[in-house]
């Protein structure tokens, strides 16, 4: 399976789960975060069909981070872009890529573990990673930080504004973590830069 395919497995999972997404984004704050990222996704899918095979996988995750801004997509749609962005341009490996990813969502975002937000997946994901870890213990280790965000209050965005609300919820953005690391256990590419 090459980059694109693999990006391709990806945005599929995110169409399956959008349901989801939209439900706990109902929960938390005003119900767009499933349609927003399905519009992103759609994005990034209409782009794979027009670029060309021979393009770079830096190029590529570059024009596929590009979509998903431009998809406008909102705040998490523009930091998980960002964090694409950085990881095509400074990751050499999938560790790399997704420490990057994770240090520029959290700088643009000011999110630190512990605030109800996506970086309480991506955080211990990455840190599993770090250690040498392989894909499916870094997916355990996000599906772990996301369930945790139900025990979180919301410091930042929309859940800081519906805390009593968001109890007991899991975070949209963390949840839609685990799912992407989940299906890149699945599929066991190793193609990311």
Sequence with gaps: MNLRQYIDALCAR???????????DQAVGDGDFGTNIERGVLAIRALLSRLPHSLANRDLLLEAAKALNAAGCGTSGTLLSFGMMSGALRGESVTSFCESALNRIKAAGKAQLGEKTLVDALGPAVDVLRRGGN??????????????????LGTKGRSFYSQSRAAGIEDPGAY???ALFDEAARQQAGVLP
Excluded at 14 to 24: F, G
Aim: a neutral charge.
């Design 135 to 152: 894909l499916a213990q870094a997916a355990l280790a996000a599906a772990a930080g996301a369930t945790k965000t139900k025990e979180m």
């Design 14 to 24: 995110v169409l399956l789960e959008v349901d989801n997404l939209t439900r706990l």
């Design 176 to 178: 839609l973590i685990a």
